[in-house]
């Protein structure tokens, strides 16, 4: 897998290896001997850091300097996201030690530069600025640290703004409000307070349920039992009932079960052998059995029962439903990350994407989107249709819109989109209602349709009230006025070098009444 990194460098993932490579003559270094010297004296002034990778061999391949690092041991950035939130938030301490340290040793804030380590679990640089050696790329130090903190909760790629809660692979309230104060804060430094916070609120909230946990077991099964319900009736977190809480011995990697139920507790499994080993279970057993045998030996045999049973085997079996075990999961991950989009999707559809787990239909959709198949997208999920009409203008791909409108006729926002390439302005006007104009990242374009569409149809009142006291609108409605009544001038020349049969004449004005229209209803 190859990317680009540092404007004009690339970073390629081969095996345990990764190789970081830039032209020669984007450094300040004339010969590889300097290079190493350099760079070595800069490992000297970070032995005391461990959050940066030094490459193990440097060479020059074709005037690209090209630095190699060994990561055995180590996992890409995206392994994060496979750890709950009670796991994530240590390794959240290398993203503060490396803001902290920006200032003296400029990181890459990219993914693509970032790899966890697993044998001191910390998150380590690859590409950093030193002498002779600049970055390219180079955000505020809190946009960074934000940035890769909002990737590791999320299934976003970038973080253009503020995630959507579908975004958010943990959607429970606390990530949920630890990304909110993360996005609030106005330093690193009050970042680092915040995550501190949040370490301290598990940590204790996880040795309240040891310890309750722990008096669990002194009880008796009975006393158990109704000490749980107590708990329960009061609103109390129990270490036997609730899905906040995973040991951390137990917790490991996020499965998918994990994301879509609760997950089991020690308690619960506890309280079930308590069961099923005690005397009780035993004597219930064999109160059983006597019932059964006694009314199979009353009840005299039904042959057709038995024949209907033989015919519909649906009746003694119950259909399983396709479901992505924990290895399937994993390698649709592992294939995204390494850009093999194509071969993650046969892996979802191989399921349905009504059996996946939320998350798996979080990135089916999203690699729906991403490869451009905007009709399996619509077909998944028909409320994606501003995301595909966003998509499509950002690709410049506005044609097929309309043949999206073919298929699917119903979806607003591409048909206010068509009417407007169109010039059906009525239809733009009648559809207003059923498009969102406030909140959506297309507010502002459609908006200005409208406002169009309104001056267009002669409704100028309408368009200035639409306008109100946005200066850019309001300008919009004083210039459509001016391009109005030069259209009126030019049709009337028109009409004379018609009259006259100037044919070149005629085509050139209509050329200019074009212009004038395309610069009036240019978005």
Known sequence: MQSTVNKYGEIEVVGNE?????PLSYTDFDSLDELET???QKGISLAAFKNYLFAHDITLVTNRLVFTYFLEDMKSFFYLRQLYFEDQIYYFRSFIELAKNNPNTAILWDKNNLFVDLTDSKIKALVFEFDGHRLYSTPPTLDGLKEVILLSLTTLYRVLGKPRLIDFIDQRDKVIRFAEQVLRASSVQEVERVLEETIVNVERQEEIHREYEESLKQMKF???RKEIRKAK??????????SEFVEKSNRGLRSKNDLVRPVKKKGDQEEKQGFFSSKYFYLGSVGVAAVI???NTLTPPNPDANA???ENPEVQQTQEIPTLNSDQVADVYRKIMNGENEEALKILDTVGYENLAEAEKKQMILLYEKEGLYEKLMQLDPSQADTVVMKMIENKETAKLKELQIQFPDAAPVNYEVAYMTAKYDTVIGLAKDIDMTDSELADRRKNQLLISYLWSGLIQEATQLAGDDPEMKEKVTQFKSSNQRIKELTNKIN???NKKDDKQVKELKQKIEQIKANVNRI
Not at 18 to 22: A, F, R
Request: proline residues 0%; charged residues 15%; glycine residues 4%.
């Open 308 to 310: 209907a049973s033989s």
């Open 38 to 40: 350099v760079y070595k």
């Open 18 to 22: 990764v190789h970081y490579s830039i």
């Open 222 to 224: 009975f006393e158990r």
């Open 496 to 498: 004379v070098a018609q």
């Open 233 to 242: 009736a009061n609103g109390k977190l129990t270490a036997a009932t609730s």
């Open 293 to 295: 045998l006694l009314a």
